[in-house]
């Protein structure tokens, strides 16, 4: 038989897929998903039985939480980046590393075909084809839902003629969730007026009381909260458990798809931006001015290169390295205070802070310069754009 890999994640695409594929096209279906922070152990017990009465050969459910962070999540947050200012990559960034674990294992049981469940109309059969192509040109991609352009009714009724009669009744929020956040898609990110309601949330408003917390961050990295030490993807989910009960870190992302259409989506990622804005304040602390400036535009092309599947492109190495080396001195504690729908930025503690008093103190008395100084260093920088308009004559 035709050995091939699904990448499987136990919705109604991706069980047509399985069924379509070993029943009617005569595949050895071996069904993996790719666990960044998703599915709980239940859950994934539950998708390897769906997965075998849907007649494939095999089931795998490969962890790569570790691999999540350690490939991408790490220089999002080196990087701070929201895209548009705004959405944490939650799912786009999950995708590339889904697609690189899911072409291993294809390599490695020898298989020479690969399908995924993604449609003609987003992101992820981007993200994923490329990935298929870069790393393996010469597996096939098989993609059914794509190519025969078939809607939700049919999958349904294909399924149930073949006696899989599971309750494919459309949940009105659609929830994809993972490491580093969770979007939230329903009828009123379709247009561009509609609110996403309270109830749309997975997360709920359980805590009202202000609550402090202190995060620790050794090198760039989220080593610990408050004191207590533990790896940096464990600390992720940690602080979104505590964030989360605030109603934390809820907007809808507005942005351009890869494919050329303009697309809403609701999310929720306590954790995420909690995080990205305590870094970001020790490093403005911490770094000069240059550092940040260049550190801001660069990431700004990783996240938008990251977005668009180009994870592979050797230039992403480059920055990441950039982003790496930035990070040697972003070290200390950020003190943030939980609130409501909301959070505060209290302050920093760093030995490699650069407001250091012995310096003097900014609009105070200076300690390391004379007037004399100041005087001439302002003429100086004042020389080009005088020499201009004596030139020009212009005000």
Partial sequence: ?????????????????????????????????????????????????????????????????????????????????????????SVSAERIVQA????????????????????????????????????????????????????????????????????????????????????????????????????????????????????TFTKG?????????????????????IASKYAIGRDIHVGDTIIGIKGRVGFEAAAPLVIIKAHHLLEKHVLTKWQQHHKEYLANWYGMLLHEGQYLDEVMRNMEAFLSDAQKNVSGDVFVTLLPYRFQLDGISSMHDLMNASFGSYGEMNKGWTADDAKGFIKLTANQNKIYYHVNGES
């Avoid at 035709?2 to 279906?29: H, I, M, N, P, R």
């Avoid at 999540?68 to 895209?83: E, R």
């Avoid at 794509?146 to 659609?174: F, M, T, V």
């Avoid at 990295?221 to 458990?241: F, S, V, W, Y």
Wanted: glycine share 8%; with cysteine; hydrophobic share 35%.
């Fill in 100 to 215: 690189i674990e899911i072409i291993n294992h294809a390599k490695k049981i020898g298989a020479g075909y690969i399908a995924h469940g993604s449609t003609g109309a987003g992101n992820d059969q981007v993200r994923f084809d490329m990935i298929f192509q870069i790393l393996a040109p010469e597996i096939e991609i098989i993609t059914p839902i794509r190519d025969l352009k078939l809607s939700r009714e049919s999958e349904i009724a294909y399924l149930q003629e073949n006696g899989i009669e599971y309750s494919w009744e459309k949940a009105k929020y659609s929830i994809n969730k993972g490491l580093w956040g969770t979007s939230v898609g329903g009828s009123e990110t379709l247009t561009s007026h509609g609110s996403l309601p309270e109830e749309a949330y997975p997360s709920q408003l359980e805590e009202t009381t202000p609550k402090q917390v202190t995060l």
């Fill in 221 to 241: 990295e989220l080593t610990a909260i408050d004191g207590k030490e533990n790896t940096p993807e464990i600390n992720i989910q940690l602080l979104n458990e």
């Fill in 1 to 89: 038989m035709k050995k091939l890999v699904l990448a499987y994640s136990g919705g109604l695409d991706t069980s047509y897929c399985a069924k379509y594929l070993s029943k009617d096209q005569g595949f050895e279906v071996h069904a993996v998903s790719v666990n960044t922070g998703g599915f709980t152990e239940n859950e994934i017990k539950i998708m390897e039985e769906k997965a075998y009465a849907l007649g494939v050969a095999s089931y795998t459910s490969i962890n790569a939480l570790s691999i999540f962070y350690n490939k991408v999540v790490k220089y999002l947050i080196y990087g701070n980046i929201l895209k548009n200012n705004t959405y944490p990559l």
